[in-house]
């Protein structure tokens, strides 16, 4: 188990923050952030899962544009700090 980082568990709150405003309608993202932010430790299951999902996923992100669905759902799944924080331990655990 893995804990989560303080900047994967904001990003991802700053997501549902912004998914309520614009209802991007992403149910496993909403989910996926909802974990980050209350359960203080991931399987690397899951952040096999989040690596995957972020970097397919950064194309559609556009930093400080909240305004499209893209940038929320990669938010909602913890944004940059995340894939950033999954690449690091994914590399360290093969």
Same mark, same amino acid.
């Given at each position: 188990m893995y804990f989560v980082p303080p900047q994967v568990r904001m990003t991802a709150y700053r997501g549902l923050v912004a998914n309520r405003e614009i209802k991007c309608n992403n149910a496993?993202?909403? %989910? %996926?952030?909802?974990?980050? $932010?209350?359960?203080?430790?991931?399987?690397?299951?899951?952040? !096999? !899962?989040?690596?995957?999902?972020?970097?397919r996923a950064k194309t559609y992100y556009r930093p400080g544009d909240l305004s !499209?669905?893209?940038?929320?759902?990669? $938010?909602?799944?913890g944004g940059?700090?995340?894939l950033n924080w999954s690449r690091k331990i994914l590399k360290a655990y093969k």
């Open positions: 496993i993202g909403v %989910r %996926r952030a909802r974990q980050l $932010m209350i359960q203080p430790e991931i399987s690397i299951v899951t952040i !096999k !899962k989040m690596y995957s999902y972020l970097s !499209k669905c893209g940038t929320v759902s990669f $938010m909602l799944w940059t700090p995340a």
